[in-house]
């Protein structure tokens, strides 16, 4: 699996605009819809089924982390957005810190083995503090484009 080739460029939002859990995964749902990862049409259905999630328990881990994700119909393949916020968004974290950092994770309902490699694969990838730093303190989404290829290199490298 690689992160780089999951999320599309034009899916990585370096400044969040948003300031509350669903604003953030609103920005994130329209930035895939933007990219022609899912259809504008489903965004609604998709932020419902993000949120729904959330209501199990938040995604977001903790140290400024989080991870949304969800099964919806409307989604053909695996996909996923990137977004940040420097100010850090309410999250309700484990921690109860602010989240700067935010994977959005959308699959389909039958892909139930990839989407859990794929939320493995991230959390691996955020166990590295020095990365979730580079990630925090990256320029833009160009600078964060190649963070993710560098960290997919490094880690199937066995490095």
Known sequence: MKLYELIDPKAIISELAATSKEESISELVAALAAAGKVKSANSDGLVAAL??????????????????????????????AFGRSKPGIEFDSLDGEPVQLVFLLLSNKEASGLHLEALAYITKLLRDDVFCKFLKDAKDADEIAGLLKEADEKLSSGS
Do not use: C, F, Y
Request: aromatic share 0%.
């Open 51 to 80: 949120m729904a999630r959330e209501q199990l328990g938040s995604t977001g881990i903790g140290q400024g982390l989080a991870v949304p994700h969800a099964k919806h119909d409307s989604v053909g393949d695996l996909v996923a």
